[in-house]
């Protein structure tokens, strides 16, 4: 069974379907500047709409893109925090637009 929004994958062939805050950290941590230097983020479709990557830097620390051309956007900004790329990749993909996902319903108090 495949991711049911997205999946991430890492340069060395490492994947995780749906990955949590936690997974991407872990998978950000093991990004290196030889043989692992970038993890993608994309829904598991032909043609996405949508995807973020985090890249080691040569200079050191991180580059983060985020690109969504549903929305017309796309952004590059370096980092140095883990925490900080995994949080904010966390929150910016909770944001996309998956046809699949089912509505969440509003109730009244």
Same mark, same amino acid.
């Given at each position: ?7 991430? %994958? !890492?340069? /060395? ?7 949590? +805050? *936690? ?5 950000? #941590?093991?990004?290196? %500047? !030889?043989? /692992? ?7 598991? +479709? *032909? ?5 973020? #990557? ?56």
């Amino acid at each position: 069974m495949g991711a049911q929004y997205y999946g991430a %994958d !890492s340069e /060395n062939g490492d994947r995780i379907d749906d990955a949590s +805050e *936690d997974a991407l950290f872990m998978m950000i #941590s093991a990004l290196n %500047d !030889s043989d /692992n230097t970038f993890v993608v983020a994309q829904p598991d +479709e *032909d043609d996405p709409v949508w995807f973020a #990557s985090v890249a080691v830097l040569d200079e050191g620390g991180y580059e983060m893109v985020r690109r969504d051309t549903s929305r017309n956007e796309h952004e590059v900004t370096p980092a140095t925090s883990i925490n900080d790329l995994a949080r904010d990749l966390t929150i910016w993909m909770a944001a996309r637009d998956f046809p699949e996902r089912p509505t969440r319903q509003v109730t009244d108090f």
